[in-house]
């Protein structure tokens, strides 16, 4: 197996993909505004992350396999490995792919990197839960940075109408019973988890995987599933989206709901005993034991009715333990702010706005120079945060900010309304009115 920090001599900048190592470092930049290498040219910048390298010895340098992996395109990368293959595909259930697209297809670069902010996007917007979405790009990350790009078969999502499989080249370097709760984390691929983590994407801790099956858990889904295909040289994550049914809960309202009809039965037996004439000599007898069954009866429609209550307090504690989980998840994720949680105050969204946004909305596809004049307009009229932009331009967050504000911030076009708190809660972007003035 090739080592990712692998240094190909024959390998220089022109085999790479500038407008991935721009995108690369505009998030870089956005995550660490104040790092002393955002100031450095492209080629020490490369070598500070770790996909460049220096053969001390000889004094060659050049690309390390995992700056070929992040930052170049399919057809070079597939010359040093073969079998480099990325695809995601999607149906509903049937034999045909709805949706569909491979390293191959030639219409974007087919790196790694640019594969993992696709498929991001798609799954924030097909999603509507942010903490299952996270979940899902959590193990997208993992089998990105975990995979043998020298194995056979590629690195394949698929996603069915009831589950997601993730399928990647390489087996486990961890027992599979201890993944969903093992702590420390042995690296196939160092360099990659250096390049993501860098941007924050992922952690060394080895707990990526132990909050998935925790997130699943409270959402009631099926335990996620781990199975190695030792022939194949595979290992393939399923997580599934159908409900466990919470069976001890549904056996007990039987239980409940059979004994109140049983004592409803009872009481109705003992009425009609009652009023039966031939046993008028018998009303005496029953009377003095009629306070006590009632008491009985009473005292068991009591007992059940704290059963309920218990119940309703469980289901409470539930939804207030999967509240904190939520909570917990939403102050780790570096994107706080595209959380839909934080709706749009469409009261701030004034008629003058939406009409400058129109055109954004109505094309799908707008050239860099377009939506970049429609947000400069829209500042013009006022600051907005990213997710009114989002909300305007009908785009996602994590778009808007990566190939449009990040990049009009550093032309100085843009000013950030806290520039000395980038993650502030009420960050805005207002238009810089000193830009025009030069």
Known sequence: MLQDNLILEHYGLNELNFDTIKSYRDRFAEVKPAHPWNALETKEFLYKVGAWGKVRDTHKEGVTLAGLLLFSEERIITEVLPQYFLEYRESKGNEEWTERFTSQD???????????????????????????ASSLTEVLINMLIHADYNGEGGVILEK??????????????????????????????????????????????????????????????????????????????????????????????????????????????????????????????????RYSYNKELI????????????????????????????????????????????????????TKLWGIAALAREKKRLSPNQMEHIILELCKEKPLMLKEFAYLLERTPDGVRNNYLTKLLRKGQLQLKYPNQPNHPKQAYLFNKKDIEK
């Open 106 to 132: 030639g219409t974007w670069s087919g790196n790694i990197f640019d594969f993992y902010f696709h498929i991001h996007e798609i799954v924030r917007n097909s999603e509507p839960q942010p903490s299952i």
């Open 160 to 289: 069915q109408p009831s589950h997601y499989v993730f399928s990647n080249p390489g087996l486990l370097l961890v027992p599979t019973d201890s993944v969903f709760s093992n702590t420390v984390s042995q690296l196939r691929n160092p360099n990659i988890v250096k390049l993501f983590s860098l941007l924050g994407l992922c952690e060394r801790s080895g707990s990526g995987l132990k909050k998935v099956k925790q997130n699943w858990s409270l959402h009631h889904y099926k335990t996620p599933a781990i199975d190695q295909d030792v022939s194949m040289h595979r290992t393939v994550v399923t997580l599934s989206l159908s409900t466990q049914e919470r069976q001890v809960s549904s056996s007990e309202k039987d239980t409940y709901n059979t004994s109140i009809t049983d004592l409803g039965n009872n009481f109705k037996d003992v009425e009609k005993y009652q009023n039966t004439p031939e046993n008028d000599v018998e009303i005496d007898s029953y009377n003095k034991n």
């Open 299 to 350: 005292e068991e429609l009591k007992s059940y009715n704290n059963d309920v209550n218990s119940l309703n307090k469980e289901d409470d504690y539930y939804n207030n333990e999967s509240n904190l989980y939520n909570n917990d998840v939403n102050s780790c994720n570096k994107e706080q702010e595209e959380d839909s949680s934080n709706l749009v105050n469409v009261e701030n969204i004034d």
